[in-house]
């Protein structure tokens, strides 16, 4: 049996990628609710040992929108441009994410979403790294 190759344009790859990654976002905040032991930190004004203030939401919100940014912008920009941001944002959530594993105690589905969310970003930087126009 010969399986029919699929081919996708570098550009909506990435755009598909960056959806993937932000529905693993959303997904591990929601996960992240229904643990009654983070839902009564949450409540109580933390995240671990960091303090929820309108600048750490802000500050959070405005990485948030990286890769929802990216979902519109990989399909709209030039080639140059594109492989750019997409380089750049992938390392950047890739530090963030790692980073975030190293502080306070991390519950089993936040560490099984981080490992996907920095497999995507990786793969981002590295696919956008390698793509030729």
Not at 86 to 100: C, D, E, R, V
Request: include cysteine.
């Amino acid at each position: 049996m010969r399986m029919n190759k699929i081919q996708v344009s570098g550009k909506k790859l990435l755009s598909i990628l960056w959806i993937y990654l932000t529905l693993n976002y959303i997904f591990c905040d929601v996960f992240t609710l229904m643990f009654s032991e983070e839902l009564r930190m949450v409540l109580q004004g933390k995240m671990g040992d960091i303090l929820i203030t309108q600048e750490f939401l802000l500050t959070f919100a405005i990485i948030m929108e990286i890769p929802m940014m990216m979902i519109i912008l990989s399909r709209i920009l030039s080639y140059k441009l594109n492989r750019t941001l997409n380089i750049i944002f992938g390392i950047l959530l890739t530090i963030i994410q790692a980073s975030s594993l190293f502080t306070g105690s991390n519950t089993m589905h936040y560490i099984f979403f981080s490992i996907i969310e920095i497999s995507i970003t990786l793969f981002i930087a590295w696919y956008a790294w390698k793509w030729k126009e």
